[in-house]
């Protein structure tokens, strides 16, 4: 035996040492990187800690459950006013446990968000060495692909948010892993999807013709499309027999076959691209990726172009911080990382490929944090102040009525689960089924809401005890703008103030029973040109204000008190006494319910020395709200 061929037999058993030493080594990296990744993301969510409103219609549908009432918004009203069946089983389950929702919901949130932050990092290494075999930095591009998913704050804001968007987006981030590996737990992992939300069934059909296109043929298509579908079958048959339809009621209430719908979900894709896609570099890298990635990985951009253009199809979201992406984020990471390998193995020795990769996912990565930062906090600010009005709105109405009285309002998550017992009508149809399939149309009755149905005599003709605008006085949705239209709400409703430090909250009250006639006022632009009046207020242009309030009440309905009862209260903050007065007594002639006019004469005839007016008036506030006079 030479020297030479006994250097290389001592060397031969060593080999595979190494190569586990070196595999060891890499996995340690990725392991260590994604915990920096899980740590750095758990102090973002915490930071952006809130709940939003809409994370309480599924509290309240889980409440009714386990108080008996079954899966239902109100009692026995068979409606499936949410999309997150598996969610609220969730919470139902903890409930049974002892658990708070808002608790449980926080902490399935976070633990899912972790997931994605995992299996992006398992996608980004996988992907990497897909173009690199053998590479030995592809366990860098999981440290990388997880800490861009970790740096994004819209995936922490709606992991603790409440919500199940970081859940769902789980499930699709487990069915892609299996579906690459064809494993059968791909089919467990698009069920639970599906469960959780509509749009899981879109993920599902994507895969199961990624079966045929780019996987195993159409044997092994049809195995996955109908072997979900026998999962299926039992739920399908639940919703047909308890609800009455397979769709969700949302879908009807939130979508629609119109240009206004695709406008705005270009709009808002267009701002996601602008927050997180670099201004559309990422659309062209993902577009990329689906020509210059081989084989099964193919379906990666695939997949986030489609589930893009259903976003857009829809309409997008209402709420603002990108929450119909987040679910698809690690479909995002991982082909961009993908198109990158391709370019940097075109372009450059495989020894230097992560130099690419470096200053792209720096740059994404720092932009993709710090542009959102802003929309991300205001957005959540605003969310807090709205839960806290409709907890402190509906502590107040249980605080002076007593009876198991209703309420219609057009924002009504927090609202409802403080009101459990009370019917609560939502005037947007999201949970009401008549509303969300039979809306009415008024010409010209357009907002920014996302949400357009509305059915204002069908709510009129309910007779809630009360009704809640979102914003107190100012008809902003739709579906308030409908109601100022109509004679009846103008007739037998009126404000009632529940003043709080630094603003006075309103809700409508019922007169009582209405036996007059309710015609609709037939221009749009009454209840338009009090909406601009409120807006020009906010925005201190008190001047405009006024003039829009006195064009309200020179085209308007005679029947109309509001626009006198506004200028009263503006020309006495003023100083103007006697156009104040005047107008005060132009709306009580007209409303002898308007509490706010009340409060204007009262003042005013006080420091004139008409204590007997003076005390007059202040009987009839007390009469009509008496907590403003204790």
């Not at 290389?8 to 340690?28: E, F, I, Q």
């Not at 994370?55 to 068979?78: K, M, Q, T």
């Not at 598996?86 to 903890?94: P, S």
């Not at 053998?134 to 997880?146: D, I, P, Y």
Request: net charge positive.
């Amino acid at each position: 035996m030479t020297a030479g061929q006994s250097q290389r037999t001592k060397g031969a058993p060593r080999g595979p040492h190494r190569a586990a030493r070196v595999a060891s080594r890499d996995n340690l990296i990725v392991a260590v990187g994604v915990g920096v990744a899980l740590v750095l993301f758990v102090l973002q969510a915490r930071a952006l800690w809130f709940t939003q409103d809409d994370a309480y219609i599924s509290y309240r549908y889980a409440h009714n459950a386990l108080a008996g009432y079954g899966l239902v918004f109100n009692p026995w009203e068979h409606v499936e006013g949410y999309t997150n069946f598996l969610w609220v089983v969730w919470l139902i389950l903890a409930g049974l446990l002892g658990v708070g929702f808002d608790l449980a919901a926080k902490v399935l949130g976070l633990v899912s968000a972790g997931g994605m932050i995992v299996l992006t990092a398992l996608l980004s290494r996988a992907v990497w060495a897909s173009v690199f075999p053998g590479s030995r930095f592809a366990h860098w591009a999981g440290v990388f692909g997880a800490l861009l998913l970790a740096g994004n704050g819209s995936l922490a804001y709606w992991s603790v948010s409440g919500l199940e968007t970081a859940f769902f987006g789980m499930w699709v981030s487990l069915a892609l892993w299996w579906w690459l590996r064809r494993s059968p737990l791909v089919i467990v992992a698009l069920t639970l999807g599906i469960l959780t939300r509509p749009e899981g069934g879109l993920i599902w059909l994507v895969l199961v013709v990624g079966e045929w296109w780019l996987g195993d043929g159409i044997k092994r298509a049809v195995q996955l499309f109908a072997t979900v579908a026998l999962l299926l079958i039992p739920f399908a048959v639940f919703k047909l027999a308890y609800y009455g339809s397979l769709l969700p009621n949302p879908f009807y209430a939130k979508t629609g076959l119109a240009w206004e719908y695709f406008a705005s979900g270009l709009r808002y894709a267009w701002f996601f691209l602008q927050q997180y896609g670099l201004w559309g570099v990422c659309l062209a890298l993902v577009l990329l990726a689906v020509f210059v990635l081989r084989g099964r990985w193919r379906i990666v951009p695939v997949m986030w172009l489609i589930f893009t253009l259903y976003i857009v199809a829809v309409g997008g979201d209402v709420l603002r911080p990108h929450r119909f992406f987040a679910p698809v984020l690690v479909l995002l990471v991982v082909s961009v990382l993908g198109a990158l390998a391709q370019i940097s193995a075109r372009l450059l020795h495989r020894a230097y490929s992560l130099w690419l990769l470096v200053p792209v996912v720096a740059v994404w990565g720092g932009l993709g944090w710090w542009m959102p930062r802003e929309i991300l906090l205001s957005t959540r600010a605003l969310e807090m102040g709205l839960v806290m009005k409709m907890t402190t709105v509906a502590g107040r109405l249980r605080g002076v009525d007593t009876t198991p009285f209703s309420l219609a309002a057009s924002t009504i998550g927090k609202i409802a689960y403080d009101l459990p017992g009370h019917r609560v009508i939502d005037m947007l149809g999201l949970t009401d089924s008549t509303v969300a399939r039979h809306p009415e149309s008024i010409p010209g009755n357009v907002s920014s809401w996302r949400e357009r149905n509305f059915n204002a005599s069908y709510v009129l003709a309910q007779d809630p005890d009360y009704i809640l605008f979102s914003t107190g006085h100012k008809p902003s949705a739709p579906a308030e703008r409908a109601l100022v239209l109509h004679e009846k709400f103008r007739r037998n409703y009126y404000p009632i103030p529940f003043p709080i430090p630094g603003r006075v909250l309103a809700v409508h009250k019922r007169k009582g029973e209405y036996t007059g006639a309710d015609s609709v006022w037939p221009s749009i632009e009454l209840a338009q040109g009090v909406n601009a009046a409120f807006n020009f207020l906010v925005r201190n242009q008190y001047d405009s204000a006024v003039a829009a309030m006195r064009d309200v009440k020179r085209r308007g309905p005679q029947d109309y008190a509001l626009p006198d009862a506004f200028m009263a209260e503006w020309y006495m903050d003023t100083g103007q006494r006697g156009l104040a007065l005047a107008h005060a007594d132009s709306a009580l002639a007209v409303d002898s319910f308007l509490i706010g006019a009340w409060r204007v004469r009262s003042n005013l005839l006080k420091e004139l020395g008409d204590t007997v007016g003076a005390a007059d008036a202040k009987g009839h506030i007390k009469r009509l709200a008496p907590w403003l006079v204790l």
